[in-house]
């Protein structure tokens, strides 16, 4: 069960990496919030009901209600055109998330040990490279944003690994996101939009040495 | 104890957030440098006592505990003189103050924390207060700024965090699920290295943001430029140890294990790699709050030489942050004054300096000496035993690059230093120079004076705090 989800997480990957239009990516970041949702219930076992509310608020709530409508109304607020603007091709976006899922299962076949499920470490690592990935190869500023809510999510995944014997260690990656998405998306992109007209990385260079 | 401090800096900030009269911002912010001397002070007497479970009075804390109540006291004072110049708002001054408690408390309970995810969530504390200070302005380029420190600070803590994760992987083994430096210390021969390796490598990055190494310096450089320079002066300085603490704490347990050689060999190539990025940038940069920000750079490299190498090296470095620390903190805060000269931060807009400011020139011209560690600088002292435990583990290729790197920076750092000490500006209007008290730059030469005087005369209770902060490296 918890294999079928990760790897439907993992083909959301590849989804991203193809689509067109910056509401494609907010859904997509929407379903990913509920996967997590799932993928947590079944994954910690022996789970406590006040740490349980506070995952249903964490990826429910959060990742999968609150962001994404937050996003939706910065691009309204905004007027942000609704085509990604990778520099790179699709087809060239395709390969490289291949390339590094496929580097990620090499990494983790080095691995010797049976403490570990690898498919937690593999989907972990490809998200999170996937989402460095996306911040690198796309032109608008909302979409380093989503790149790193990505990496948020291959975070949640990793912590899930390890959150039967350390549950404290969830809460703590919790906080991380919830902190992080209030700092960067609700004080930041707010000003961001009102300053820079058109929300473009190529306008913040203006900080230089000479 | 660090609770009430805890509680009362809160309560402090609550106070400075809610009533915006200038005169009850600056008496609070008062009580809140007397109170952080209240509790260094405690602290002081109970070396080694932990407290609240997860923090401990340790040497190298306390070390650093001092010099960041010593730092506070004049960013402080520079801070109300930097409010009054501007003439800023009731609710701007408030929410800088606010800021200022903000930070120095995060760093000092980062400082403390002896475990892991403390330290952690103290530094993912410092980088929302330290971006409500960069972004004190209010204006484009601050805003610029802010964004690039808030999301390279957001991405390096996660990167912090994924190093917990598998850090946390790597003692599952051994048995223990605690995950303080004393329980992680005691169980690293245990450890699993594939892990360990890995969690070593995402600490590391992660918290480079904060010690201002390659591969995560530049968003820290932006952060010293565009905030105010007496909240630029603790990011300079104070905020920088908060990461070596991250690193050095990590270090120590990863020393502890077979894998030591591999953590120097890690260290040793970013360090490298920062002095030469410095060097590339000291050559061209023309921004003077950013010459500064590289001479940071410089140093941090040098302090990361030095845990590499080993020996001497250990000593060395925690002298020299100490060091770096006060003579950085006062070159920022006579960046102020300089600015107020000449409205210019740009070397090519200002000069001639001691005909306009010979006070502030004087703590300039002082603290370039001191930066560029040229006797009588204490960093002298820190500077001359890195290379000697350079050359004591037998990096001569490594050294001789080294000092070829640093006589470019000290060139290029020399150069700019003169040009705003004694070269005339052109087409600088002198009318409209104001004066300024002399009496605003006696901290500065305290903090310089304080430098050379731990550098060659180091008290017997200093250098006994260092070296039992270093007792737990491996001899």
């Not at chain 1, 790179?88 to 040990?113: D, M």
């Not at chain 2, 000269?341 to 001639?352: A, E, H, M, P, R």
């Not at chain 2, 020399?414 to 009496?439: A, D, H, M, T």
């Not at chain 2, 430098?451 to 006994?464: D, K, M, Q, S, T």
Request: proline share 3%; with cysteine.
């Amino acid at each position: 069960m918890i294999d079928v989800l990760l790897i439907t997480l993992l083909i959301t990957l590849f989804y991203m990496a193809i689509a067109n239009r910056l509401m494609t990516y907010i859904k997509v970041l929407a379903i990913q919030g509920v996967l997590l949702f799932v993928v947590a219930f079944v994954q910690l076992e022996e789970i406590n009901p006040l740490n349980l509310g506070f995952i249903l608020l964490e990826t429910i709530v959060v990742k999968a209600i609150v962001v994404p409508f937050f996003l939706v109304y910065i691009l309204r607020k905004n007027n942000i055109t609704r085509e990604a603007e990778p520099f790179v091709s699709n087809f060239f976006s395709l390969i490289i998330t291949t390339l590094i899922v496929v580097l990620t299962v090499l990494l983790s076949n080095t691995i010797q040990e049976a403490h570990l499920d690898k498919i937690f470490f593999i989907v972990a690592m490809s998200t999170l490279f996937f989402g460095l990935y996306l911040i690198a190869t796309r032109r608008k500023i909302i979409t380093h944003v989503m790149g790193y809510l990505v990496i948020e999510n291959g975070i949640f995944v990793l912590s899930l690994a390890v959150g039967n014997e350390m549950p404290m260690l969830v809460n703590l990656g919790i906080m991380l996101d919830i902190f992080a998405s209030v700092l960067i998306l609700g004080i930041f992109l707010n000003k961001i939009g009102d300053v820079f007209k058109d929300v473009d990385v190529q306008q913040l260079n203006s900080l230089k040495d000479v | 104890m660090i609770l009430t401090y805890l509680i009362g800096a809160l309560i402090i900030a609550i106070g400075i957030s809610v009533n915006r009269n200038k005169w009850v911002n600056y008496s609070l912010a008062g009580t809140y440098l007397l109170l952080q001397w209240i509790f260094t002070i405690y602290a002081c007497f109970h070396l080694n006592e932990t407290d609240l479970g997860y923090f401990t009075y340790d040497s190298l804390g306390i070390l650093l505990l001092i010099t960041l109540s010593i730092i506070a006291i004049p960013a402080m004072i520079h801070s109300k003189i930097y409010v009054e110049n501007h003439h800023e708002s009731g609710a701007i001054r408030a929410i800088y103050f606010l800021s200022m408690v903000g930070l120095i408390t995060a760093i000092g309970a980062g400082y403390l924390a002896n475990h892991i995810a403390v330290t952690w969530i103290f530094t993912e504390i410092t980088t929302l207060s330290a971006s409500a200070l960069i972004y004190h302005h209010r204006n484009k380029l601050a805003l610029e700024g802010t964004w690039k420190y808030v999301f390279i600070g957001a991405i390096s803590i996660t990167f912090v965090f994924i190093g917990i994760l598998f850090l946390s992987l790597s003692i599952q083994l051994s048995g223990t699920g605690h995950m303080s430096y004393a329980s992680l210390l005691e169980n690293a021969h245990l450890m699993n290295p594939f892990w360990l390796r890995l969690a070593f490598l995402f600490i590391f990055t992660g918290y480079t943001v904060k010690l201002g190494l390659v591969p995560m310096f530049t968003a820290g450089v932006d952060a010293k430029d565009k905030a105010p320079a007496p909240a630029g002066a603790l990011l300079s300085s104070v905020l920088m140890n908060l990461g070596f603490v991250g690193v050095f704490r990590m270090y120590i347990i990863v020393a502890n294990t077979p894998l030591h050689h591999w953590a120097n060999l890690v260290i040793g190539i970013s360090a490298f790699l920062s002095l030469f990025v410095a060097t590339v940038y000291m050559i061209k940069v023309k921004n003077i709050k950013r010459m500064l920000a590289y001479s940071s750079i410089e140093h941090m490299g040098l302090v990361m030489l030095g845990v590499a190498a080993g020996g001497i090296g250990y000593y060395a470095a925690i002298l020299h942050i100490i060091l770096h620390a006060f003579v950085k903190s006062s070159l920022f805060f006579q960046y102020n004054q300089l600015y107020r000269v000449f409205q210019s931060k740009s070397i090519y807009l200002v000069g001639n300096y001691f005909k306009y400011n010979t006070t502030g020139a004087m703590v300039l011209l002082l603290g370039f000496i001191s930066a560029a560690a040229m006797p009588p600088s204490g960093l002298f002292v820190s500077e001359f035993l890195i290379f000697r435990s350079l050359f004591e583990a037998h990096q001569l290729v490594l050294l001789i690059a080294v000092l070829l790197l640093l006589t470019m920076i000290i060139w290029a750092f020399g150069k700019n230093i003169l040009k705003i000490l004694f070269i005339p500006p052109v087409g600088f209007n002198e009318n409209n120079v104001p004066r300024i008290s002399p009496w605003e730059s006696v901290t500065q030469f305290v903090l310089l004076a304080l430098a050379v005087y731990l550098g060659l005369n180091p008290p017997v209770e200093f250098v006994h705090l260092i070296e039992e902060s270093l007792i737990l490296l491996p001899h």
